[in-house]
């Protein structure tokens, strides 16, 4: 069955840097779009990053030229790289998909959900 397992979350300084894993299994990772959303304490849902099968990305306003999604289909793995992390991005973040080629911008239309991984940063 499909799975998402999240990993790489922990507490990290404001200005450090931290990678989010998102291990996939039960399908072909080189075939479809993955998401990442975070949710934040008394805050609803949000899409952050997502990519493509052809590598085309997109990321959400706060965390342009900050975060950076990658894909490595040989080990089904996506990664969010975050650089220049500030308090307002502590959260969970879970990898999601669709198993479609789109990004879209809602969370309803991700089927599959991995269990999500907390990330706290300090000032």
């Known amino acids: 069955q499909v799975q998402l397992v999240e990993s790489g979350g922990g507490l990290v300084q404001a200005g450090g840097s931290l990678r989010l894993s998102c291990a996939a299994s039960g399908f072909t990772l080189d075939y479809y779009a993955i998401g990442w959303f975070r949710q934040a304490p008394g805050k609803e849902r949000e899409g952050v990053s997502c990519i493509k099968r052809d590598g085309s990305t997109s990321y959400v306003d706060p965390v342009k030229g900050r975060f950076t999604i990658s894909r490595d289909n040989a080990k089904s793995t996506v990664y969010l790289q975050m650089t220049s992390p500030k308090s307002e991005d502590t959260a969970v973040y879970y990898c999601?998909?669709?198993?479609?080629?789109?990004?879209?911008?809602?969370?309803?239309?991700?089927?599959?959900w991995g269990q999500g991984t907390q990330v706290t940063v300090s000032s």
């Open positions: 999601v998909t669709g198993l479609g080629s789109r990004c879209p911008q809602g969370d309803d239309e991700y089927d599959y």
